[in-house]
């Protein structure tokens, strides 16, 4: 056993869509989804859920699942990641080496890539320190770019002969050593390891534009997922 927890950050609240973790995406709260895809994980031991909301942490009836009330002060939408992590674990009665920060913004994350993920870092513990889930768009390279000005200028290009592939953060997982984490209060740093998804989808729900389609994804099976 190798002492991976696995966090869940459930604030209540949210402006670009009301309610959104408790709002029902395929007939399940989307708060259950980074819980429902921990549970799937080999490789993760115990599974915290951190929330400003009782109603919020009630959702969750497996007992033993760790439930983590945080204060107001850093369960606002500029608080910092990093500081919920730091309050959920110091709430925490054992000690573990590595944190898996699973968001319900991102419902369409194969669990099988997390252990992917997890094994890594583990086997390259001398040489990666965190991994961060990428993934990369072909059609939207910066070649393709405009300057948003009075002149607005758009630098245009051949994209099949453009063939190097840019990458962003996808958001599906961020997972670090806990003492790394705590030096740099980060996760993205000079050893982190950026890991590609094949299996898991970019969703980043933030507007229900974004919620519809992973809905969509969902309810069309083009995502192999299973409550």
Do not use: W
């Not at 969509?216 to 409550?227: A, N, Q, R, V």
């Amino acid at each position: 056993m190798h002492d991976v927890l696995c966090l869940i950050p459930a604030r209540s609240g949210s402006k670009g869509l009301k309610n959104k973790n408790i709002k029902l995406l395929n007939k399940q709260p989307l708060l259950l989804y980074p819980y429902k895809i921990a549970n799937k994980c080999k490789l993760i031991n115990d599974i915290a859920i951190t929330s400003d909301s009782k109603k919020y942490l009630n959702f969750f009836k497996n007992k033993n699942v760790i439930k983590i009330l945080r204060p107001k002060k850093i369960s606002q939408s500029k608080s910092k990641i990093y500081d919920v992590i730091i309050h959920a674990l110091s709430n925490l009665k054992k000690n573990y080496k590595y944190i898996v920060l699973l968001e319900p913004t991102s419902p369409l994350t194969s669990s099988k890539e997390i252990d992917k993920a997890i094994k890594l870092i583990i086997s390259k513990k001398n040489i990666i320190d965190s991994v961060v889930s990428v993934t990369s768009n072909h059609k939207f390279l910066s070649v393709f770019r405009a300057s948003l000005n009075k002149k607005s200028k758009f630098k245009d290009s051949n994209r099949q002969n453009f063939t190097q592939k840019e990458f962003y953060f996808s958001g599906n997982f961020y997972i670090a050593k806990i003492d790394y984490l705590k030096k740099i209060k980060t996760f993205v740093g000079k050893n982190t390891y950026y890991f590609p998804i094949k299996d898991s989808l970019h969703t980043d729900i933030d507007d229900i534009k974004d919620f519809m389609i992973a809905e969509m994804f969902l309810k069309k099976k083009l995502f192999k997922f299973t409550l």
